[in-house]
C-alpha cells in the first residue's frame, strides 16, 4: 500500500476513534440540575439571565451581565452550549448558565 494512502487511512481511523470516545464520554455525563445540592449551594442557573442578582451580587450590574459558564475559566467546551467545569466534576453544565464560583478568564 502506498504510503500517502496508509497514512489517510490511520490519521482518518484516529480522528474518527477520537470523536467517538469523547461522544462516549460525553453520553456518560449528566446535566448538572438546578434543584441538585451542589448546585443550590453555589446558586447555579441553566440560564444566567435568571439569576437572583439580590441574592447574588456578583452577577449585578453591566459587568455581572457578562458572566455566564462560556466565559469562566472553569468552563470547559464541549460543544452544543454544554461544557464540563472543574468545580463540579462529573456534570455538564449549560454555556448560557452561571454560577457563584464564576472566575474571569485570565
Ligand atoms: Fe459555570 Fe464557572 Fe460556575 Fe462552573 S464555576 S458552574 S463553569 S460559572
Redesign the pocket.
Known sequence: MPTNRRRFILQTTAGALTGLASSAALATETHLAEDEPIAVA?G?KIDATQVDTATYPKRAGAQGAQQF?RN?S??RDRGNDVGT?S??PGKL?AGP???N???PKL
Open positions: 453555589l447555579y459558564c469562566c472553569l468552563y467545569c468545580a463540579i453544565v448558565g452561571w454560577c464560583a464564576w472566575v
